[in-house]
């Protein structure tokens, strides 16, 4: 029960609704994955620093500031299900 | 029972680099919506973020002005939450390396100077701006991706005066850096503020609130002193403070509660995977210093003790970046500090103010340390002055021509000045008789003829001498 | 319709011996028949096809090849969908980075083809558009999740397709379906416009028929592009002029650990088989000890990693500016509803994860810790990669099961072994070298950061002495 109302919150914070026909197979898949987890805790760690990319590597390079490559309104909205005054239409967003 | 207040402020710039943090459309305000928008910007699918040189550098110049140590690997994480104005669902920021950290910056509160300390400024991105209709919203991806440096403060500021000097001295500073045009009602500059108040005594932090939505110096005040104002009741009433975001509402004056904050939000921050770390060339930093303008402080210290300007003056000179710049490019060849200040914050400004032009258009540097010479010498009267620095401005022309082709040369001649002199003499008798019977006062009216048959070129001075020498003489 | 290699049809255009245009007529007509077969397609777009043709003067090596593009892989005005029903209408306004460089080079592109969802899978069952079935038995499997780009490659359709793995995305549904996969260092080709699963494991490959090909589109999807902030400045050689048959000089590893955790036996005689080949050639093979915990964790490693790192590339997809929206009342409703419908149950449940392991109080022990224990790991390969060229295993343990069995198939040591190469960005090739039941069996070569060269070089050995080079099955007798 703990479980799903945490499943439950998870899944909000990911912008997703878990029905409860769905619940099982999402419990199985974190049981499992939370097995998964405790492999690793067998592995010492201490003073390893995270590998963000899958080799240390760095840039020199910025890009420059120039202005190109801008999309033709039509382009901005033409993949929007909804648009009003060449905008994007969405119910009133209230502030939260 | 006394409480103190706590205050500390985040601010948010917007850069005025040409195009987009993360990618080459432009940044510009006023244009129709949706026009200034990359695939980028509205995070399609498998576009990557391409970092802004020109943003970076601003940022190290905001840097480098406030005094931090700057982080030379540059990079970036994300900050994730879903909202209609974030097309990623991710904000890119700099929530683990921030280039900035542990600044400060000298502020001015009622003459006297006082140090904040800055905590961090990192670079970030702007949302999309969202208009609310009755029933629904509507999205404009222009304003998505702009560059921002936010500048975190720590909480030393005490009261509502403290806080507006602060916003005041990073405006100015984000002016002068020429990074941001930072106004406050057009949202490229916007702050946050967060108060808290605790007992004098205790050691304790309060409860903190943050308040949004101040769109003016004026609503900082008003916000933080409401502010102050409710919480002391609360306090004295024995009632708990709520964690809060709160908003200043200008309709009634007052701060009103947006959400409560019972649980921090989980933002999820992990070091963004689609850009490496970025290793920033030590020189290139360096130059960015090197390259940096006199700041408003630092011009202040200088008006002030080396120019002998006075507080006021000095003030207003900074006030006006062009006019301040100006000032210090004059001052270099005409080293008549208070002389071109007068000039420039009196006749110069009032024109400017007047016909909405930027000094540049209508004055050279050259020109205007040429008239201030004819003016320290006395080749000019100030009243012949004042005509040929208007007819500069307007007619954009300098200030030799000017005087040629008007006749404000100043006439020194002795000889010339004597002939006209013993013209007005020899017609007025009468005059010489009122001078030998004590009258004093007519010498001035006779300067005054002298000048008007001159059309004002007539040395005053001289004039004077002359004349005062002819009515001894005549007078025996 | 003659089956060709990218080498033979520009030989064959440029003398004049086929017509273009006739080709291709062949081709769109043979593309219907191996799409009844395979269901490889997400779209075909020969319309695209002769627009390309058009353009080309066949003077390069890959002007007017035809060629297919995994579904991920944006396309100007034409569907992307990444296999999701999220984006089933999209519509890209822009190529990406490969796609433009290919156009320029005049390939024909005929088609998008299918993979899992989002690229996240290894057996192109959960494709928006159904199951790929494997050329070489329609009752198998392609795997995934560039389960089209392989399968159509190895129908003889086209002599190449582009993919994207993550994990495995090429090697395997190439092991498959017996062709060449490879994917290159990470950095080593753009990835701007490629949809993402995971960023700081996705890489852009290809799949071929034969190594000298494999070595010509390689060469001409990579290079430095300034839109991918992780795109390397190192020069790309000339692969397919360097390519060298001699691998005397080679030192080559296997993991004896993952040798042993071998069940079958002529899978276990193909290997044995592949060292002794290698030997023959004179290079120097060496069974060594890789840590068992550190094998263990790769799939747990992986799977925390590419969840916390997709739940938020793909918090994109809200249905607001693009994509699927359902008709709700309230924005919130809007974005939980269509990416609750949007998405498969699978994904949702990777996204959910992801959003376990990037939270705050668990960062530390879920997503800190997988990338802590990732550059142990990566440590470790480096080690062993100052003594040795290149790492060899079998591609898979298994031939590509049978649809019935395929969500059943629990990953193996030697599955998991492909993971190597994304979590340390190596590259990495898949080759065929050997049958088991009528169907295809692979090896795996992965080699240093940014030595393709040799990875492509001991392919290029291995398959000469092989007699897999250009395989495809066309399929005549399975005509359904």
Redesign the interface.
Known sequence: MKDIEF?KQ?????????SDE?MP??ID??KD?MD??Q?????E?EG????????E???????????????E?D????????V??????????V?? | MKFETVIGIEVHCELK???KMF????VSFGK????????ID?AMPGTLP???????EMAIRVCHALHMDIQD?LSFDRKNY?Y??LPKGYQITQHYHPIGSHGYIEIDVNQENMRIDIERLHLEEDTAK????????????NRAGIPLIEIVSKPQIKNSLQACAYLEALRYLFIYTDVSDAVMAQGSMRCDINISLKPETSQQYGVKVEIKNLNSLSNVQKAIDYEIQRQTALLLDGKPILQQTRRFDEKTQTTVA??NKETTA?YRYY?E?N?????L?SKWIQQIKDKLPLLPKQRKDIYINQYQLSYNDARILIDHKELSDFYNQTVQICPHYQLVCHWLIGDVLSYLNKSHQSIHAILHVEDFAKLMHFVADKTLSTKQAKQVLELMMTKHKDPVSVIEEYHFQQINDDHILMKVIDEILDYQPDLIKEYSQGKTKIVGFLVGQVMQKTNGQANPQKTNQLLMKELEKRKQ | MKVYSIESLHDAFQSGKVEPKDYYQQIYKEAQFQQKRLNAFAYTTFGKAEKDLKNADFQNILSGIPYVLKDNLCTQNIYTTASSRMLE???P??NAHVVDLLERQGCCLIGKSSMDELGMGFTNMTALTGPVYNPWDVSRIAGGSSGGSAALVASGLIPFALGSDTGDSIRRPAGYCGVVGMKPT??RVSRYGLIPYAS??DTIGALTRNVRDMAIVMKNISGHD?RD??S??QSVPRYFHHLSLDISHLKIAFFKNIYDSLTDLQMKKIFDDMVVLLKQQGAKVDEIDFPE??L??L???Y??IANGES?SNH?CL??????M?ED?????D????S??RG?T?ST??R???????L?EENQE??F?????????I?EELNHIFQHYDLIISLNSDSIAPHIQDAMKKSSSLVDAQLLLA?????PSLTLPCGFVDDMPVAINLTGR?FEEQTVLNCAYALENVLPFKNQYVRGDHFEI
Do not use: C
């Open positions: 499943l998870l899944a909000y914070d990911a912008r997703l609704s878990i769905d197979s999402l898949a974190y994955f998964q987890i492999i690793l805790e067998d592995i760690t390893v620093e995270p590998l963000v990319f899958p080799f590597s760095q840039n020199y390079y910025l890009r420059l500031d120039d202005v190109e490559d801008i999309m309104v382009d901005v909205l033409k993949n929007a299900k909804e009003q005054e060449q905008q994007v239409k969405v119910p009133k967003v502030n939260s | 680099t040409k195009s990618s080459s459309a432009p129709k919506p949706n026009t200034q928008v990359h695939a509205l391409s970092v802004n040189q020109k943003a970076v690997l879903f209609a104005d969202l208009t609310h209709l009755s029933d629904e919203s509507l999205i404009d991806y947006m959400r989980d070091p995977p850009i490496l770390p970025i290793k060339d | 209408d999209y519509i306004t822009y990470w950095g700081s494991l300034h902030m992780t390397s400045f915990r550190y263990k964790s799939v747990p490693v799977n925390i739940t918090a809200d249905g607001i500016k693009y994509g929206r709700e009342k309230s924005i919130e809007i974005v939980i509803q990416r609750s998405f149950k949702q449940q996204f959910i994860l992801g959003m376990l392991v939270k022990k879920m800190r810790k997988s990338q802590k224990v990732r550059r142990l990566v994304n979590l340390a960005g190596l950061l």
